[in-house]
């Protein structure tokens, strides 16, 4: 299972290493990245969705969410 | 049950509605482009002083150690901005409290406000020399990212042209060490 846990990392931290990671998946992998940073939150699912991944935003519990990115 | 009472139930209400649309998702950046330029023009009619953020900082932080008996008051770069010996009189403080309040109240209206721990030991050294570095940058450079490039360059001031230039290539820079440091 590919987990990147980036709670309690502020952005740009997130997008970075979803980005960094991305590189070593073949397609249709899915990866899973725990936030707790609105912000990440809104700029991984749209960076995702620009390249063409699916993506997915479940909230965990308050204020913690988890995005799945399918690579495509 | 009807469709109705039942949408009342489940779907969010007006008033969260109106707060969601509005706070929670982020503006475009023309957007926020045209609030920055409208409230700086009202910061400079109200205060006649142009907005900054960074010379306030300095100011509480000479204040603190004229207290503890360090004679900063008298340090030469107070040649370059004005030393307050009550900084609560300076209305850098008060806009520096308007950012911090206000933000405070857009992420309680929005129901998302949580305080956080520190991850890691690694995490707050990061913390920690970053925090001086922008502080002891926007000291050297007599002015942050505020006072120094958008006050300067929205006051047609050379200077903030100058300051443009470098602080692009420290962002470059910066962002390589990060990718080191942290990826």
Known sequence: MNILDCIGEPCPLPLMKVEKRIKDLNRGDKIYIEVDHTCAMTNVPEWARKRGYDVEVEEVSFGEWKITVTKR | ?183
């Open chain 2, 1 to 183: 049950m009807s469709g109705r009472l039942q949408s009342l139930k489940d779907d969010k209400t007006f008033y969260q509605l109106v707060i969601s649309q509005a706070i929670d998702r982020p503006w475009p950046y023309w957007f926020g482009g045209i609030l920055l330029a409208l409230f700086n023009l009202l910061y400079v009619i109200i205060t006649g002083h142009y907005w900054g953020i960074s010379n306030n900082l300095a100011r509480w932080g000479a204040w603190v150690l004229e207290k503890v008996g360090v004679n900063s008051s008298q340090w030469i770069v107070w040649t370059y901005y004005d030393y307050y010996t009550e900084p609560w009189l300076d209305k850098q403080t008060w806009s520096n409290l308007g950012i911090i309040i206000g933000a405070l109240i857009a992420i309680l209206l929005t129901q998302n406000f949580k305080l956080k721990g520190i991850k890691d030991k690694k995490q707050f050294i990061m913390v920690l020399v970053g925090g001086w570095l922008m502080g002891y940058g926007s000291r050297i450079a007599i002015g942050c990212n505020i006072g120094g490039l958008y006050s300067s360059i929205s006051s047609l001031a050379l200077n903030g042209w100058i300051y443009l230039p470098f602080a692009i290539t420290g962002v470059y820079f910066g962002n390589k060490i990060i990718m080191k440091l942290l990826l």
